[in-house]
């Protein structure tokens, strides 16, 4: 499948329009048609290099958005038309221990993260959701609730699957008590997810400058905010 992407060429350089292959499916694939994509700040240090392991050219984006256009011969749990999500991962063996026990990002035969990474059949370099087209293993392809603005669904993805998952480890519910530390891109999704779950939240930040932002998102009137910034529920 032809499509065509954004891509960085090398570590300085802007993203620029890239075409290229998808993978014709394999019968428990999906493909989808990406409606949106999330920014997430681990595309740029991806597209500029920083970790020192970018492949180039390397098309970012991993909180992927969209709607099933095919489906391999094996695929059972959508059909075209659907609105799914990708978020990270694409593909790993489902056969091993973490696998089993979903955690998938530890296979011990190699995970595929959704960019920048070997297929773990043809060994073909990935390329993210800054492109038109996606396809990915039907295991790693996420159902987007009907009702959800598809528009807003994509930070979830990674932002939001990043902050729930202590949430619900930690066994986070009424009665709980959760510091959120900074209220960036991660700190305002774990303030509404942990609210959500009925605990109290406090957030810290080193100034004043995010608490009418921290209270309009718990939506409720603070006894008090400190002068570090620190503002708490009563």
């Known amino acids: 499948m032809k499509t065509i992407g954004y891509a960085a060429q090398t570590a300085g350089a802007p993203l620029v329009p890239f075409t290229f292959e998808r993978r014709p ?22 597209a500029r290099n920083d970790w020192g392991w970018t492949l180039y050219p ?29 978020g990270c991962l694409v593909d790993s063996c489902q056969e091993c221990d973490h696998c089993h026990h979903g955690e998938e990002q530890f296979c011990s035969n190699g995970r595929t993260d959704t960019y920048n990474s070997p297929d773990r059949i043809s060994g073909a370099i990935t390329y993210g959701g800054y492109s038109k087209h996606l396809v990915v293993r039907e295991e790693f392809v996420l159902r987007v609730p009907e009702g959800l603005d598809l ?8 932002a939001g699957i990043t902050t729930y998952s202590p949430l619900r480890t930690w066994n986070v519910g009424p009665g709980s008590r959760v510091g959120v530390i900074g209220l960036g891109g991660l700190g305002h999704m774990a303030v509404k997810l942990a609210i959500g779950l009925g605990a109290e939240v406090t957030v810290m930040s080193r100034t004043k400058d995010k608490a009418a932002d921290a209270l309009a998102l718990v939506q409720f009137q603070p006894t008090s905010c400190s002068s570090g910034g620190s503002c708490s529920q009563p």
């Open 25 to 46: 499916l394999r019968p428990n694939d999906v493909a989808m048609e990406i409606l949106y994509c999330g920014v997430c700040h681990s595309d740029l240090h991806t």
């Open 58 to 86: 390397a098309v970012p984006g991993h909180e992927i958005v969209g709607r099933v256009t095919e489906v391999g011969s094996a695929v059972s749990r959508y059909k075209v038309g659907d609105a799914v999500a990708v």
């Open 151 to 158: 528009a807003k669904t994509a930070p979830l993805l990674c």
